[in-house]
């Protein structure tokens, strides 16, 4: 089995940033792409940011383009999100998710993934 947890969340002021991390531990398993969601009360989750673990592609959901940053390290097993830019409506639940042993050749729905981290909280003021 393999866990995910979260971490770096946090209350900034709009227009802050906070760095949130990913780190994967448990069984060696092959994992394709490792992406962020949220999900703010009574909406659906919403695709923020995936990369390829292995080659490092980064691809972003339309409303955080231009002020998030999706990184890895390889060797740490852990991702990152740089959020930039903070935004009220960026408050919600971050969760990260890892595609592992199979891939679908998609990113962007939560269909995509296996595993799945508790999440971590972020809270923009205005």
């Known amino acids: 089995q393999v866990q995910l947890v979260e971490s770096g969340g946090g209350l900034v002021q709009a227009g802050g940033s906070l760095r949130l991390s990913c780190a994967a531990s448990?069984?060696?398993?092959?994992?394709?792409?490792m992406g962020w969601f949220r999900q703010a009360p009574g909406k659906e989750r919403e695709f923020v940011a995936a990369?390829?673990?292995?080659?490092?592609?980064?691809y972003y959901g339309d409303s955080v383009k231009g002020r998030f940053t999706i990184s890895r390290d390889y060797g740490k097993r852990t991702m990152y999100l740089q959020v930039n830019s903070l935004k009220p409506g960026d408050t919600t639940v971050y969760c990260c998710?890892?595609?592992?042993?199979?891939?679908?050749?998609?990113?962007?729905?939560?269909?995509?993934?296996?595993?799945w981290g508790q999440g971590t909280q972020v809270a923009v003021s205005s």
């Open positions: 448990g069984r060696t398993f092959s994992t394709y792409y």
């Open positions: 998710a890892a595609q592992i042993n199979s891939n679908s050749g998609r990113y962007y729905s939560t269909t995509d993934y296996d595993d």
């Open positions: 990369i390829s673990w292995s080659g490092g592609r980064t």
